[in-house]
């Protein structure tokens, strides 16, 4: 479904990632490991079209990915990821906001009714049924974060992009939130693709775990070669496991614009 | 327990805040009286009671030249030139702070020509405006104006610019175009810094009003002090003084409530 072909992205003459060539098909979960600085995150903004790359071409289905943000995309960041501004239910209805209403992205009645009905089914799927009222800086992180999955998941996006999105979390929390997630990833058919420090996380929730590296080290210019895949592995067990299930990515509700 | 520990409580913080006023207070009085031992006629340090006497004849009595209260008029004349320029710095600067913080290319064009503007003393643009508006009431707002919106508009972009980019990007995935990061994403998280912005400038925009009223004005509360230091009338230029002060702090305590009450978001603290 989305197709990486020699990607390479350079800051200035500092290479980043080279010749980094992908297919992540679909309902697949990829998860993105490597040490610091290896370019993790520059490859998934690449992927959700923050970054331009220097080389090479991204495509969704064949047409090529345009070098912005848009909705078929979705994120969930490590923070920032909620509108502190907004309630729960407002954060959750925005996505639904800006695409039937482009002038005051803002619904109304009848449209606006409709709206909440869907953003509260999305609060029940993540477990944020009861706290719909509240303000971000009133919850937990982790509840933070849950509220991040339904907003991102209220588009019916594509891919789902998620950049160390449990690495603030405690432990228990974190546990919470990857069976969470792996439910959300089993029951809409998700294609996740996420980029974490922790090694155990990466296996126990990946159907595929890529670790980027430098392949090759200049010792006098260690800037001028950039990581690459050096592990592809795909957990082949895991993505048996897969019912063949109605994709929420198949948009019958037309949230994400694009018919 | 150590200084630094010691949190007073709501009774006990009200009662030390009122100290000092109260220390003020008394040793005006004890000065006061002490001058008019030795000089019943003083007029530099005047009594409670002398003051009382002459501010009960602007407050209670018309003025029989023109027929007002000069007290009220003054206060009504200069409120409504600090009402006037405080709002339209209020808008410009929602409105080009907003555009300003939130699209960079605008940032780039005119983020130069504001910084120009914002360092020249506005005081020193106070004959210009004599020159374009004449000596009427638009010459004095446009020097609130003038003196206030720079500084507000750098503050309110500054705070929009420095938004997370995650959450302009996260507007983005969620299908929003500039406009709708701007209207759902931007304002509304500029609203309690505009709040804010607005607090910190009441001093300077009293600092440009009364200015303007001393320099030309028949009527204001700034006029009424330069026109009677002419006679040393202490006992009418120390409660206005006292009197704007209680302006400003109403000002203050409504501006502060209102932005907890409609911004309660911003003031949940935590983060």
Partial sequence: MLSLKNLWVEYGDKVVLERISLDITEGSFVSIIGPSGAGKSSLLRVILGQERPTRGSITLDGTPLPAECGPDRGVVFQRYSVFPHLTVIGNT?????????????????SQRRAAVGEAEAMLESVGLAD?????????????????????????????????EPFGALDPGIRADMHTLITQLWREHGL?????????????SLGTRVLTL???????????????GVVYDLALTRKAAMIAEQA???????HNNGHD | MRWVNRTPGRGAALLLGALPLVVLAISYIIAAAARHAANPADKILPLPGAMAEAMALLLFQADPLSGEYLFWADTLASLWRLGVGLGIATTSTLLVGLVLGALPPVRATLGPLLTAIAVVPPIALLPILFIVFGLGEAAKIALIVVGVTPFMIRDV????????????????????????VMLRVSLPQAMPRLIQALRLSLGPAWVFLISAEAIAA?????????????????????????????LAVVMDFVLAQSSRRLFGWAHAGGH
């Fill in chain 2, 157 to 180: 972009a500054g705070h929009v610019a420095a938004l997370p980019r995650e959450q302009v990007i996260k507007a983005l995935t969620l299908g929003a175009n500039s406009w709708g």
């Fill in chain 2, 218 to 246: 028949d009527v204001g509360l700034g006029y009424r002090i330069f026109l009677v230091r002419r006679y040393l009338a202490m006992d009418v230029i120390l409660p206005y003084v006292a009197w704007i002060a209680v």
């Fill in chain 1, 213 to 227: 590296d430098k392949r090759r080290h200049d010792p006098h210019a260690p800037h001028r070669y950039g990581a």
């Fill in chain 1, 191 to 203: 294609t996740i693709i996420m980029v974490t420090h922790d090694i155990k996380e990466a296996f």
């Fill in chain 1, 247 to 253: 994709s929420i990515t198949i948009d019958a509700n």
């Fill in chain 1, 131 to 163: 706290s719909r009222h509240l303000y971000p800086a009133q919850m937990s992180g982790g509840m933070q974060q849950r509220l991040a999955i339904a907003q991102a998941l209220i588009k019916r996006p594509r891919i789902l992009l998620l950049d």
């Fill in chain 1, 93 to 109: 209805l925005l996505g639904l906001e800006f695409s039937a209403s482009p002038f005051a992205a803002r619904l109304f009645g």
